[in-house]
């Protein structure tokens, strides 16, 4: 950055910082500690050099600033002069990692999530403070933008995988880095900024966040998302529920393609064996309004947990309804239709019903066992692969509350709508059967869940 000021007492001077290294490359004189101006040999220029290393090697971002006389005097038109300076002297800015970074970068890396730092630092304090932030590793490489920029496509394949730090980078290098990462290795990217100069890497990523304090206009135009607070914590935070609104919709998937499999494969065997359907249309209705608007209720409003930021990501190429899923699916799917099956063949004798009322009963009381198995199922779909699915279930007041209505309206229509959902007022000992049948279907789910898939 360069500027060129008229002096008081006449004539002009041109001021410059900027990277150490490169301004220091276009000095050839310097003040002394005494303030005179002297050439700038080589004793001088290596004492600088190792000031500048040892500044960046405690973390602190250094500038170069410098100054010429332009004894020829200098037009707006005219190209501010890019060496002949005279080194005024070195400085050293610590910038403060913010507190919670290093632990954010700790549960990042648990996540499986790659955090990667691009800076226009110089290249040992980019690795200094990367090592206090815990994002460079011994594994990992810390490269200089212009030596990125050297390399062939076949060199980049190998290196862009172990990138953990690239110093002294352009704009270009970030939107390169972010290019092959999303296009070439198929990864999903999150690019993070605040400059101008980001903007391209952050209209290049999958996910672009812009800081909203120290962001720039064209930063947060580019970007997907705000961080209002400009803390890499918050970062964490936005990764967190994104994956908390993915799993939830999983939950809530997997609960209503069970309901559906089952009263699917109910009613359409039931009707070819034995001409009519156990289900009626408004006890179908019903069940389709716990499947779809309470249970959305229930599994969609599941809080984020800590538990999420151990789990490996997705991916680009991830499989939405996993084999877990499917397991979980098909094993209770299994076990419910074999429950209403047998309900079917055996339940007149087993409940000694007879009688003209006898089928309405009867299919009042599988009607009841079906839906407290969705009840019941709907626990087990708080999680699809831990055992313990009571774990924070009081926390989630939506959740009992639709737990409890649902039980609650299914009571009043067996009991006191029977003509109009086609039902029959039921016995104590069927209302336990009904509960029973459901409940036995949670370590049902738990067996399920060990099996490996």
Request: glycine letters at 8%; proline letters at 4%.
């Amino acid at each position: 950055m360069s500027l060129v000021v008229e002096l008081p007492g006449g004539g002009l001077r041109a001021h410059c910082k900027g990277a150490s290294e490169i301004i220091l490359a276009s000095c050839d004189k310097v003040l002394n500690s005494a303030g005179k101006v002297v050439p700038l040999d080589e004793e001088s220029s290596n004492h600088l050099k190792a000031t500048i290393d040892q500044f960046a090697n405690e973390a602190l971002r250094t500038l170069c600033l410098a100054y010429m006389e332009l004894d020829n005097g200098f037009s707006s038109e005219d190209p501010i002069p890019d060496s002949g300076y005279t080194c005024i002297g070195i400085v050293g800015i610590k910038d403060p990692v913010r507190p919670g970074v290093k632990e954010s970068v700790a549960v990042c890396r648990s996540a499986g999530i790659t955090v990667r730092m691009v800076t226009g630092d110089n290249i040992n304090t980019a690795k200094a403070i990367a090592r206090e932030c815990g994002i460079l590793t011994d594994d990992g490489i810390a490269i200089e933008g212009p030596e990125f920029r050297e390399k062939s496509e076949e060199e980049l394949l190998k290196l862009i995988p172990k990138i953990q730090v690239m110093a002294r980078s352009s704009p270009l290098d970030k939107h390169t880095l972010v290019k092959h990462l999303r296009n070439t290795f198929g990864e999903v990217v999150a690019v993070t900024g605040d400059g101008t100069n980001d903007a391209p890497a952050l209209h290049e990523a999958d996910i672009g966040l812009a800081m909203g304090i120290a962001g720039t206009e064209v930063a947060k135009e580019s970007a997907d998302v705000i961080i209002l607070d400009d803390n890499f914590s918050t970062i964490v935070t936005v990764a967190k529920w994104g994956r908390s609104v993915y799993i939830n919709i999983q939950k809530f998937v997997q609960f209503q393609l069970t309901v559906n499999v089952v009263a699917l494969i109910v009613n359409f065997t039931s009707a070819c064996v034995t001409g009519s359907a156990p289900l009626t249309a408004v006890q179908l209705l019903w069940v389709n309004m716990i499947m779809d608007t309470l249970g959305a209720l229930a599994l969609a409003t599941e809080p984020p947990n800590d538990d999420l930021m151990k789990r490996s990501p997705v991916g680009r190429k991830g499989n939405f309804i996993s084999n877990v899923m499917w397991r979980n699916i098909l094993g209770q799917s299994l076990y419910q239709f074999m429950v209403i099956w047998f309900l079917q063949s055996r339940g007149k004798s087993i409940f000694s019903l007879d009688g003209p009322d006898s089928d309405l009963v009867l299919n009042t009381l599988i009607f009841n066992t079906f839906v407290f198995c969705q009840v019941f199922n709907e626990i087990n779909s708080r999680e699809m692969e831990e055992i313990d699915v009571f774990k924070g279930i009081l926390n989630n007041h939506v959740f009992v509350g639709v737990l409890a209505a649902t039980v609650l309206f299914q009571i009043i229509i067996v009991e006191y709508l029977g003509t109009f959902a086609n039902t029959t007022p039921l016995t104590l000992l069927q209302w336990f059967f009904s509960l029973l049948v459901g409940f036995l279907g949670m370590p049902i789910a738990a067996r399920l869940k060990k099996i490996r898939v």
